[in-house]
């Protein structure tokens, strides 16, 4: 450095700051969305049940749980008899936040594991099946750290607008891991 002029060095420093400070107002940082698992376009297992509801006679163990794919257009299809080729397309699942009233009051006698799932999650979606005789309903969620969850549960619409008397209920909920088609 020459000493001599140090009006010429402080220029050359501000403007190399100027230079570095404009990139890093050009450049988008990564979006925290960049990092979001899409649970879309995959098929899944069941790793574990991590919920299961008392009231009904009739029991899943991971074995014997069907096999599940959800299709980028968001549909759920399932696979009952994993010996067959047959996928049942359940319907399409439609985004929803998880609220007290749309999800942990569908939770009967359990305390803190929909409270739990609810304040971890990410991202949610429900889907109704009305086309059985009992309206079946799914939820998807997409937790925080990446988990993937898949609730079933059975839909009371004709006393969905009273509390008191709704028997809507979930009987599942699994823990999916993805799955190779096979």
Known sequence: MNYKKPAFWVIIASVVTCIVVAVCFLTNPKDSDSKRIDPFGKYYKVRDIIYESGAY???????????????????LLVLEDKSSTSWLNAG?????????????RYFRGVRGSASSLRSNNQKAWRLLVNDSPDTV??????????????????YDASEKDDPASDDTSIRWVFSLIEDELN
Do not use: I, R
Not at 61 to 70: G, I, L, R
């Open 92 to 104: 399409t699942f439609e985004e929803v936040g998880l609220t007290k009233d749309n999800f942990d």
């Open 57 to 75: 006679a009739f029991s899943y163990t991971t074995e014997t749980t069907p096999k599940y794919y959800v299709t980028n257009e968001k549909e």
């Open 137 to 154: 309903f799914y939820y998807l969620l997409l937790q925080k750290n990446g988990d993937v969850y898949l609730t079933y549960g059975y």
